[in-house]
């Protein structure tokens, strides 16, 4: 049986300063937490019989792959799961994991302007020549995590996240990704430090209403790609540092509108023709 004191140190976690207190974040449901079993070790894992019964051996596979630093598997009833859990509907299992900690902008700058991944101790990528996304200043945690999972859709592996972005590991942003977290990396960093660290020649595209047509452009397969919070845009200081301005145009120009598109969406378009065109180039 689970104690109180169980119920209230996982509940906590729904709290950003008890997730930066602890390092730890809460994942939910059989997608989410099986993929991040892929490329984590958690701390602990809360689970039905029947969610313990069907992943034996991908429990015993990420014991295996993090040594002496094994989860706590504790077998929960649906209604105790029920008691941990921050969404509506629980889903069989409940798992907590270390925040992945982040490197600083000087050592980012440098990965990126040498074409490497600025998590490549963490997951072992790197190579060649990448797309990342910077947010800056988004808010809604469901954006967030659309945006993560957009990310990694697009085979983005990085995105930079100004410090008044919302928490990429509170609950609803984690659940809202669908597993992605476990693909994406996440990097909260000064953006204004960061671009101003790079090359001056290095491609920063933002997505702003005086750009220039996305589809007349011709777009690298390199850079970072720049979206703003929903309500106001790219911030000045930021948009000062874009030298590479975007629109998507509305269809037909003439008619009346909407003011603007949903961030996630803009993203979605946006990557979407960046993996078009590199493709096209590539053929």
């Known amino acids: 049986m689970l104690s109180k ?31 991040l079993l892929e490329a984590m070790v958690p701390q602990e894992i809360f689970a039905t019989a029947e969610w313990l019964k069907k992943n034996q051996r991908l429990v015993g596979e ?11 598997v504790t077998e929960v009833s649906e209604e105790e799961l029920r008691r941990l ?7 069989q299992v409940l798992a907590t994991f270390p925040i992945p900690s982040s490197p600083n902008n000087q050592q980012v700058a440098t ?8 998590l490549s101790t963490w997951r072992g990528a790197g190579g060649e020549a990448s797309l990342s996304i910077a947010l800056d200043g988004i808010q809604d945690p469901g954006n967030l ?42 990097v909260y960093q000064d953006l204004a430090t960061l671009l101003d660290a790079l090359p001056a020649d290095f ?13 007349q452009q011709r777009l ?15 911030s000045p200081a930021i948009a ?32 979407a023709e960046f993996r078009r065109q590199e493709l096209q180039n590539n053929r």
């Open 5 to 35: 004191a169980t119920i209230k140190r996982i509940r906590a976690l729904e709290m950003k300063k008890f997730r930066r207190q602890t390092g730890l974040f809460v994942a939910e449901g059989p997608k989410v937490v099986g993929d």
């Open 62 to 72: 990420n014991s295996a792959m993090s040594g002496e630093k094994s989860a706590a």
């Open 85 to 91: 859990s921050f969404l509506q509907h629980p889903q």
């Open 111 to 118: 990965s990126i302007h040498q074409s490497d991944s600025p």
């Open 145 to 186: 995590g659309t945006i993560i999972r957009i990310a990694d859709w697009f085979g983005i592996d990085t995105i930079f996240c100004s410090p008044d972005t919302a928490d990429a590991y509170a609950p609803k942003v984690v659940q809202a990704t669908m597993g992605s977290l476990a693909r994406v990396h996440l």
């Open 203 to 215: 491609p920063v595209y933002g997505t702003l209403l005086d750009g220039d047509d996305i589809y």
């Open 220 to 234: 690298t397969s390199s850079g970072i790609i720049v979206m703003g919070n929903e309500g106001n845009g790219i």
């Open 240 to 271: 000062a540092r874009v030298n590479r301005r975007l629109l998507i145009p509305n269809f037909p120009e003439d008619r009346p509108t909407a003011d603007s598109l949903n961030v996630a969406i803009a993203t979605a378009v946006t990557c």
